[in-house]
């Protein structure tokens, strides 16, 4: 049975910052990897970073160079610092992780946490 709690959502101005946090229930290291979406109103929901077990990190063409994907292993905790925010960044965040490598590879994740809003907006 695994939990991820997500945190750190609200409303932010455009070029401003906010750090997301993904508290799981058990230990972080046993997920082959872990993932950040983010689903916006009548749009699909989109894989904007991911995170290996061994440390690789990925991130979609949209985020990439604002958003870092980071974890703390010792506090079972997965980060996502969101910089140079757009209003396009406005969005449902969810948390997710994947326990095996063939999932990972086919963006087909196990466990979801239930999702924070962000809101870009001047």
């Known amino acids: 049975q695994v939990q991820l709690v997500e945190s750190g959502g609200g409303l932010v101005q455009p070029g401003g910052s906010l750090r997301l946090s993904c508290a799981a229930s058990?230990?972080?290291?046993?997920?082959?990897?872990m993932g950040w979406y983010r689903q916006a109103p009548g749009k699909q929901r989109e894989l904007i970073a991911t995170?290996?077990?061994?440390?690789?990190?990925t991130y979609a063409a949209s985020v990439k160079g604002r958003f870092t994907f980071s974890r703390d292993n010792a506090k079972n905790t997965a980060y996502l610092q969101m910089n140079s925010l757009k209003p396009e960044d406005t969005a449902v965040y969810y948390c997710?992780?994947?326990?095996?490598?063939?999932?990972?590879?086919?963006?087909?994740?196990?466990?979801w946490g239930q999702g924070t809003q962000v809101t870009v907006s001047s």
């Open positions: 058990g230990n972080i290291v046993t997920f082959y990897a």
């Open positions: 995170l290996t077990r061994g440390g690789v990190t």
């Open positions: 997710s992780a994947v326990v095996g490598a063939r999932d990972y590879a086919r963006d087909n994740y196990d466990y």
